[in-house]
T-cell receptor, first 114, second 111 residues
Framework: GQQVMQIPQYQHVQEGEDFTTYCNSSTTLSNIQWYKQRPGGHPVFLIQLVKSGEVKKQKRLTFQFGEAKKNSSLHITATQTTDVGTYFC??????????????FGQGTILTVHP | NAGVTQTPKFRVLKTGQSMTLLCAQDMNHEYMYWYRQDPGMGLRLIHY???????AKGEVPDGYNVSRLKKQNFLLGLESAAPSQTSVYFC??????????FGPGTRLTVL
């Protein structure tokens, strides 16, 4: 079945360092979404990418969607302690009408040391 | 707007007991979902609903049942709880918004 893989599983950085998480799908995606989950919290939507090669920025966060629409990345510049949490990518379940169903990657857990 | 709410927040069950988790959304979303989250495994879809009166199986439906009698509510039932069902359960809703809005979660422990 469709798989969405994320690497790395864990990332520890010093405050001010950059961070990148990568997402790879076994199938071509019509779009990809990114979510952030703070420790003890629930996933919160960050962004959706739709176009091949699309790049979007939200302040220090840069999201990319690969040309083949099978991979994506999230890059955080100059991390802050507020960036701590788990970052998930998610793609629509392939085949037929997806009804908004998503396949989530395992997530990358980011810790930031002050 | 409250968004997506879930009750209860925490629950401890003994093996074989039953319980119902309630999810409510006030965003008039058509689709609703139940996920479980276990360490290192991301979010796995249990059941989902594309409208009032409809339900369908997700990735890991065994041991769970659901009902959506009203558009705003989505119930998840465990008929006979097992320790393997110890997890954090999240409800989410979407459509026409493309993104999913999640509730705060229910932390369930089955002894």
């Amino acid at each position: 079945g469709q798989q969405v893989m994320q690497i790395p599983q864990y990332q520890h950085v010093q405050e001010g360092e950059d961070f990148t998480t990568y997402c790879n799908s076994s199938t071509t995606l019509s779009n990809i979404q990114w979510y952030k989950q703070r420790p003890g919290g629930h996933p919160v939507f960050l962004i959706q990418l739709v176009k091949s090669g699309e790049v979007k920025k939200q302040k220090r966060l840069t999201f990319q969607f690969g040309e083949a629409k099978k991979n994506s990345s999230l890059h955080i510049t100059a991390t802050q302690t507020t960036d701590v949490g788990t970052y998930f990518c998610a793609g629509p379940i392939a085949g037929g009408t997806s009804y908004g169903k998503l396949t989530f990657g395992q997530g990358t857990i980011l810790t930031v040391h002050p | 707007n409250a968004g997506v709410t879930q009750t209860p927040k925490f629950r401890v069950l003994k093996t074989g007991q039953s319980m119902t988790l309630l999810c409510a959304q006030d965003m008039n979303h058509e689709y609703m979902y139940w996920y479980r989250q276990d360490p290192g495994m991301g979010l796995r879809l249990i059941h989902y609903s594309v409208g009032e009166g409809t339900t369908a199986k997700g990735e890991v439906p065994d041991g769970y049942n659901v009902s959506r009698l009203k558009k705003q509510n989505f119930l998840l039932g465990l008929e006979s709880a097992a320790p393997s069902q110890t997890s954090v359960y999240f409800c989410a809703s979407s459509y026409p918004d493309p993104e999913q809005f999640f509730g705060p979660g229910t932390r369930l422990t089955v002894l």
